[in-house]
């Protein structure tokens, strides 16, 4: 797959994939980011994925920007390291409509569908976690049925309350903290996607899978965080 390097900053370099949003463009991506979690290469500190893109930071004290491209350019053999990132299947139970989900009824109008139907095309696929970003925690999730498709709020809402589900455009995402956000609402989930209480932070990662599962609101109320929720 061809990719492109470019400078962003002075420690930064970007690998550019083709300028797409797609699965696999996304999997190439990933590829490269668990070769180097594998590969020590000289200079290198951290990477960052995106849709389409991996943001190499580096230390120029120990390899210069041309350097770091050699190293990349010296692995050929991509295949067979993306398994091991993508074996976490995460399962998220979500209340749909009612309090939970204001926007249900809207996306369903819009779409001219049943608010069931809405749901059932929204826990029928198995999502990619694309990337993390926006606020901490924050899922841009690919995969979404075309047929739910709904644009995002003309004003923002100020205040959308943490663990609310929702769809922008062809894509659906979770809010892993209270912030302000433009996305249809449809559910709420119980999870917590982002708890410093934890030894790792972060529920998902670039990279996961994720299933929704409707539960009722008197389940989402009784839910037991210890609950077992994710899935090799």
Known sequence: MPRRYVANGDRMLLVEFPEEISKEINLQVHDLASVLATKNVPGVIEWIPSYRTLGIVYDPLQASFQQVIDSLDQIEDLGGHIQASRSRRIEIPVAY??????????????????TEEVIRLHTANEYLVYLVGFTPGFPYLG?????????????????????????????????????????RIIGGTPLKLFDLDRESP???????????????????????????????
């Open 202 to 232: 972060f529920l998902l990662k670039a990279g996961d899978s994720v299933r929704f599962r409707s539960i009722t609101l008197e389940e989402f109320q009784s839910f037991d965080p210890l609950t077992r929720f994710a899935r090799s």
């Open 97 to 114: 409509g009612g309090e939970m989900g204001p926007d249900l009824d809207f996306v369903a109008q819009h779409n001219q569908l049943s």
């Open 143 to 183: 995969g979404m049925a075309t047929r739910i498709a709904t644009p995002r709020l003309a004003e923002p809402r100020p205040r959308v309350p943490a663990g609310s589900v929702a769809i922008g455009g062809n894509q659906t995402g979770v809010y892993p903290i209270e912030s302000p956000g433009g996305w």
